[in-house]
């Protein structure tokens, strides 16, 4: 890898960005650049994936970091918060975007920024600076990425050179954006097999200003009425990946420091995992909680209707469990009629994660869903919020 010139985009790798890497690529190696190659910082996405499917190309490698000194070419972004995780030890050749700028490098190096709709607009007028001819390929790579960065010409970032260029790409593909744009968007906008995570981080960039970090994330879909229906659990995917971000960055300062946060605590634990259960119960011994292990959902609501008023806290609640499950067990919990039982905090813990399975959470009767394999932070927080929101409530 470090004899060649790597060509990459913006981590969570939209169209623009695959293409433009490509269409680059291609670029350099026409004008005697033979090692540039062409990577990505991510899965591509499923209007990405019809596009090379259509043309019958593989996507371009998949590259987590990349070694010191490493000689790359940017496209489709220069912020470095967006980039490869050590960017800042890469020697960059060249930029070629369509951004704002924010990057700053200490060599001398080629920047080519325009404000078009896409970088494979300012691409396409780089291959004719060159006097490069711009193969059926290589052209329909450009409509593609045109199509999808400007919602085929609909957007208000859409330029009047952008629509001069897409006529011109029209001619060499004999494609119409209006018919192969809307089919190439109607692919992507699938999102029914992803889950609310998963639909969050598609197309997501992160930002860094006055030291505070926010990412930005956009989905095209058809379907508006379900993503309002489901606004809740996207609401709580986002928290849920805000929680991970800040434990990635700082685990010191997300992953609680008061070892005696649960003292005095008491947990119901439904699990019929054996390994599940120690794991959990040594995490909170290590802030001071007791706990009570019941290994299915018949015994965990038995448990809880037979203990005196007050004796648990919370109800961490497994779901796939022998004679009743969680959802069963928490609609019982909830239906025995005592003040407590409404209003103790119970929290789903299982490896399902889609939109529908924390739906069934929530409808169940349940206050929170975690996913496993289980964040640390994400549940203590999760907990320690629940127990404070009971407490006022």
């Known amino acids: ?139 329909t790579l450009m409509l593609s990425a045109i199509a999808s960065d400007t919602l085929v010409l609909k957007s208000p970032t859409t330029t009047e050179y952008d629509k001069k260029v897409v006529k011109k790409l029209e001619e060499i593909t004999g494609l119409d954006i209006n018919v192969y744009g809307v089919d190439m968007l109607k692919a992507g906008t699938d999102i029914s097999d992803f889950t609310p995570e ?79 259960a120690e794991i959990l119960c040594g995490l909170l011994d290590l802030y001071g909680a007791e706990y009570t292990v019941e290994e299915n959902g018949e015994k965990a609501v038995s448990a809880f209707s037979s203990a005196a008023p007050g004796t648990y806290d919370a109800i961490i609640m497994d779901i796939q469990m022998p004679k009743m499950n969680g959802y069963e067990a928490t609609r019982a919990i909830r239906n025995i009629g005592s003040p407590e039982s409404k209003t103790i905090p119970i929290i789903a813990m299982t490896a399902n994660a889609f939109a529908e399975d924390i739906q069934s959470a929530l409808d169940s009767g349940m206050n929170a869903h975690i996913s496993k394999p289980v964040d640390v932070s994400i549940l203590l927080n999760t907990l320690n919020r629940l127990l404070k929101n009971n407490k006022d409530g």
């Open 198 to 276: 998963q639909v969050i981080n598609i197309d997501s960039k992160l930002f860094e200003k006055d030291n505070k970090k926010f990412r930005i994330a956009q989905v095209n879909t058809a379907d508006l009425d379900s993503i309002f229906k489901n606004q809740v659990y996207f609401e709580q995917a986002i928290n849920n990946n805000i929680e991970k971000t800040i434990s990635k960055n700082n685990t010191e300062d997300s992953i609680p420091k008061d070892k005696n946060l649960f003292l005095g605590r008491r947990f119901l634990i439904a699990e019929d995992n054996d390994i599940n």
């Open 1 to 139: 890898m470090e004899n060649n010139v790597l060509i990459f985009g913006h981590k969570s790798p939209d169209t623009d960005t695959i293409m433009s890497s490509m269409i680059m690529e291609n670029l350099e190696k026409k004008l005697g650049n033979v090692n540039a190659k062409a990577v990505r910082l991510g899965e591509v996405n499923k209007e990405t994936k019809f596009i090379l499917d259509y043309l019958g190309m593989d996507a371009p490698e998949l590259v987590s970091e990349i070694p010191d000194n490493q000689e790359v070419i940017l496209v489709d972004h220069n912020d470095p918060v967006q980039s490869v995780d050590n960017i800042g030890n890469a020697k960059v050749l060249k930029v070629v975007d369509h951004h704002c700028v924010n990057f700053s490098v200490s060599n001398p190096l080629y920047y080519r920024a325009e404000p078009v709709g896409c970088t494979a607009t300012v691409l396409y007028k780089l291959y004719k600076e060159n006097d490069i001819e711009i193969d059926k390929k290589i052209a």
